[in-house]
């Protein structure tokens, strides 16, 4: 059943394929050892380099910001790096596997978003996708309710 839902990344890489915009800088935050894990970035966007420091997100022009998170250690967000970026991240959308918050039980030594045993609460493969409006002013970003093609649990 869960297998054939569409995967997270999946969702993600089609709602920014229909909403951002030609030319868009965004960082990918999440992957701790392969991008393999990474939501697929649309081409017309351009990917700013893995590493690049907080502080230098306003010179390099970016605009967005898609995280990936999930039990397994493929899809880890960097506690430090998020307290920095909170202030000025706006969420557009959300794509979750889970129905109430991470559950179910993952191979840590793979990167399978698919539980083998306690499948109750996933409804679909991949990591908890995040994407997020940046606005690197001194003012906090505006927190608005998420955009209507949020997709959260089974959605």
Same mark, same amino acid.
């Given at each position: 059943r869960i297998a054939s839902e569409t995967d997270t990344r999946v969702l993600a890489a089609a709602w920014m394929?229909?909403?951002?915009?030609?030319g868009a800088e965004v960082v990918v935050l999440g992957s701790t050892r392969f991008t393999y894990a990474d939501p697929e970035l649309p081409p017309n966007v351009h990917r700013v380099p893995t590493g690049l420091p907080v502080g230098?997100?306003?010179?390099?022009g970016v605009g967005y910001v898609v995280t990936h998170e999930h039990?397994?250690?493929f899809s880890r967000l960097d506690p430090?790096? =998020?307290?920095?970026?909170g202030p000025h991240l706006r =969420?557009?959308?959300?794509?979750?596997?889970?129905?109430?918050g991470p559950v179910g039980g993952f191979e840590a030594e793979d990167a399978f978003y698919i539980p083998f045993y306690d499948f109750a609460g996933v409804v679909r493969p991949g990591p908890l996708v995040r994407i997020y409006a940046y606005d690197a002013g001194?003012?906090?970003?505006?927190r608005d309710a998420p955009a209507s093609g949020v997709i959260r649990g089974g959605g």
């Amino acid at each position: 059943r869960i297998a054939s839902e569409t995967d997270t990344r999946v969702l993600a890489a089609a709602w920014m394929r229909a909403h951002l915009p030609a030319g868009a800088e965004v960082v990918v935050l999440g992957s701790t050892r392969f991008t393999y894990a990474d939501p697929e970035l649309p081409p017309n966007v351009h990917r700013v380099p893995t590493g690049l420091p907080v502080g230098d997100y306003a010179r390099a022009g970016v605009g967005y910001v898609v995280t990936h998170e999930h039990p397994i250690p493929f899809s880890r967000l960097d506690p430090a790096v =998020m307290r920095a970026l909170g202030p000025h991240l706006r =969420m557009l959308a959300e794509f979750s596997p889970f129905t109430d918050g991470p559950v179910g039980g993952f191979e840590a030594e793979d990167a399978f978003y698919i539980p083998f045993y306690d499948f109750a609460g996933v409804v679909r493969p991949g990591p908890l996708v995040r994407i997020y409006a940046y606005d690197a002013g001194d003012a906090p970003a505006r927190r608005d309710a998420p955009a209507s093609g949020v997709i959260r649990g089974g959605g």
